[in-house]
């Protein structure tokens, strides 16, 4: 049985952030606890849960724990474990036996209790492109969704972590025309994306029902209907942001009948694909690392990654 306390960056209420100790038991044959040595912010999922508004159909109950991108390494395992022993490097997406806060993922604390399941073993001391495990496994899963081919010409809605990692898989898997919406200078420079526009209106009209695939990845779902007139007839669009506001006026873009396809959804095989990737050094993974804060800087660390705009992979140290 390991239990105890460990500290934790929580959210007490909306708005406040806190570094504290919380209580954990793991009891349960497959478990496993890990020390961490680095947490990264994913802005997107976190400015929502920091302002109270649903990321899910999950009820939010504070005092919430966010994280869901952590490197470390194991500390002690439960009786059932047989993938791991103390000693071993992992990257994990999930700290779950927590008591007395409600883990929206629960990875940014000193340590992390969680199920074995919840790890992918590294096989070597860890390194920054190893907290790009869960990232990348999120794009491969949903580019899985739509499979673009390699004439398909894609059009990428915000160059984030989350649209700058979809342009470099699909630069990998050679798809050859991808362009992109990015208010932000820099961000577009840091890609792989052909033209780049910082709003709609920098696409003329000779770009009109040209783009086999739209993927949102900004949290702004209203840009659809912008980028309506950009999408082929019964083209395809993939939601990947984390949306606040639903709502959209079909009428503006039914005579296109899209096709929606969300992805929230990543399994074990996509994780294990994104760490051989990683491995590989078939992607630039190292532009997307932009800011490391001690632990004793959380709070500014959690204001450059959601307020600034040469962010784009923010990470906690926790050594």
Known sequence: MMQGEAQA???????????????????RPDD????????????????????NKPVSHKVLNYPIMLGSEMIGQVVETGPGVTTLKSGDFVFAFRGDRWKGVESYYGCHAELLPTSASNTVPLG????????????????ISALEKVRPGPSDRVLLLGLGSVGLMAA????????????????????????CAQNIGMEITDFPTEFDDSYDLVIEATGRILLIEKSIRLLRPQGRILLMGNYE???????????????????????????????????????????????????????????V???????????ISWL
């Open 124 to 139: 070597r001391q860890p390194i920054h492109r190893d907290l790009l495990t869960g990232l990348l496994g999120y794009v």
């Open 245 to 303: 506001v639903l709502g959209y006026d079909y009428r503006l873009m039914q005579h296109k009948e899209p096709v929606l396809v969300c992805s929230s959804v990543t399994a074990p095989p996509h994780l294990a694909e994104a760490r051989k990737l990683l491995d590989s050094k078939v992607l630039d993974s190292e532009k997307f690392f932009t800011n490391v804060f001690p632990l004793n800087q959380y709070e500014l660390a959690y204001r």
């Open 32 to 51: 496993v606890l890990v020390k961490t040595i680095a947490t990264t912010i994913t802005p997107g999922m976190d400015r929502l849960l920091l302002t």
């Open 9 to 27: 960056i929580i959210l007490p209420k909306a708005n406040k952030l806190k570094l504290g100790p919380v209580g954990f038991l793991a009891d």
């Open 305 to 315: 990654a959601l307020d600034s705009k040469e962010a784009i992979k923010t990470v």
């Open 168 to 191: 470099e898989y699909l630069k990998y898997r050679g798809v050859e025309t991808v362009d992109a919406l990015e208010n932000f200078g820099i961000r577009g420079q840091l890609s």
